[in-house]
Every structure is written in structure tokens, then in C-alpha cells.
């Protein structure tokens, strides 16, 4: 049974019906990730730790104005695969606590000539630390 806070969560995520809502939780089971969209293109973005029974959801993004997918984490550091001022889409970094994009930091740029279509194919072992 997930714990009531989750539960809680969720329902608040889906409080608007022109939202299509898809979860999943880190590789390590960390956070809880709620994806919300109203079109094929552009999402909201939430976080919950999940080993804080008290913890509340995080709002990352607010708005449908662009695509971000958070594609792994090391401890309270998400990495966030976005086309935020980045058509070709770059990844950045940013701590949990604070997880907004005024926050993140770049640690792989956008190029012109390749778009990352696939982020979750990479090994994140080799990210910038």
C-alpha cells in the first residue's frame, strides 16, 4: 500500500480534467515524479521524496510551455532532460530542495547538429559531477 502522502499527492495533481498525469519513481526509488500535460507537447513537472513520509510535493515546473523529463538522480541531485531556451534540448542539474528552473545548472549543453531524443539511453555515471 503507497504511503497516504503519495496518495494525497496525486490527487492534487489531478484536480484540473484537462491534465493527462503519468508517474514513476527514481531508479533508487528516491522521488516520486508526476508528469502533467494538456497537449503531445509541454509539461508540468513534480517531485516527492519518497523516504520522507511527511514530505509534500514540489512543484519544478508550472506550466505546459515546454518538455522536461527528469531522466536519473544521485542523493537530492535530479538531472533534468529539457527544451527550456534549448529547442535541440540540454540537460541540467539541480538539488531537490529547490528544484525550479531558475535553479538549474547545465551540465550538457544543446548542440545544433544533434538532438536528444533518447536521454534515458545514456549512462549517467558519465555525467560532469
Not at 513534480?46 to 515546473?61: F, R
Not at 537530492?76 to 539541480?94: F, G, H, M, Y
Not at 551540465?107 to 559531477?129: A, C, D, G, K, V
Request: hydrophobic share 35%.
Amino acid at each position: 500500500m503507497e504511503p497516504l502522502a503519495v496518495r494525497t499527492s496525486w490527487y492534487l495533481v489531478m484536480t484540473k480534467p484537462e491534465k493527462v498525469c503519468g508517474w514513476l519513481s527514481t531508479e533508487d526509488e528516491r522521488f516520486l515524479i508526476i508528469s502533467a500535460a494538456n497537449s503531445t507537447t509541454g509539461n508540468e513537472l513534480y517531485v516527492q521524496d519518497l523516504k520522507n513520509p511527511a514530505a509534500k510535493l514540489i512543484t519544478a515546473v508550472n506550466n505546459f510551455d515546454n518538455d522536461h523529463n527528469i531522466i536519473g538522480n544521485e542523493g537530492d541531485r535530479l538531472i533534468i532532460q529539457t527544451n527550456l531556451k534549448a529547442p535541440n534540448s540540454k540537460v541540467v542539474e539541480v538539488n531537490f530542495s529547490k528544484p525550479t528552473p531558475e535553479n538549474w545548472k547545465e551540465i550538457i549543453p544543446e548542440t545544433e547538429t544533434y538532438s536528444m531524443q533518447e536521454p534515458w539511453q545514456q549512462n549517467l555515471r558519465q555525467l560532469p559531477r
